[in-house]
């Protein structure tokens, strides 16, 4: 069974840092693409970042450029989103993603709120 948890989430002042995290199981992560996706308050799903399965190619948009970085850890099968310089429209759910061809495998989301 495929599993993704996300943690790392909570509360944080604009300007500050979080780093979340998602642990994968059930499938063979190290060959995997992976991704972050957000959702704001009434908003759509946003793509941020996706990482190669060997974790040497990164793709960021640009919203979020210079501020967040995408990692992985094959060992540990988890995949990570360092995010600095936090701003209030930032505040959203922080989604796991794995596309498995037509398939689309979530965690169940962590919240990032970002206010003073």
């Known amino acids: 069974e495929v599993q993704l948890v996300e943690s790392g989430g909570g509360l944080v002042q604009p300007g500050g840092s979080l780093r979340l995290s998602c642990a994968a199981s059930?499938?063979?992560?190290?060959?995997?693409?992976m991704s972050w996706v957000r959702q704001a308050p009434g908003e759509g799903l946003e793509w941020l970042s996706g990482?190669?399965?060997?974790?040497?190619?990164?793709a960021i948009v640009d919203s979020v450029k210079g501020r967040f970085t995408i990692s992985r850890d094959n060992a540990g099968n988890t995949v990570n989103l360092q995010m600095n310089s936090l701003k209030p429209e930032d505040t959203a759910i922080y989604y796991c993603?794995?596309?498995?061809?037509?398939?689309?495998?979530w965690g169940q989301g962590t919240q990032v709120t970002v206010s003073s």
């Open positions: 990482i190669s399965g060997g974790g040497g190619r990164t």
């Open positions: 993603n794995w596309r498995a061809g037509r398939w689309d495998y």
């Open positions: 059930g499938f063979t992560f190290s060959s995997e693409i």
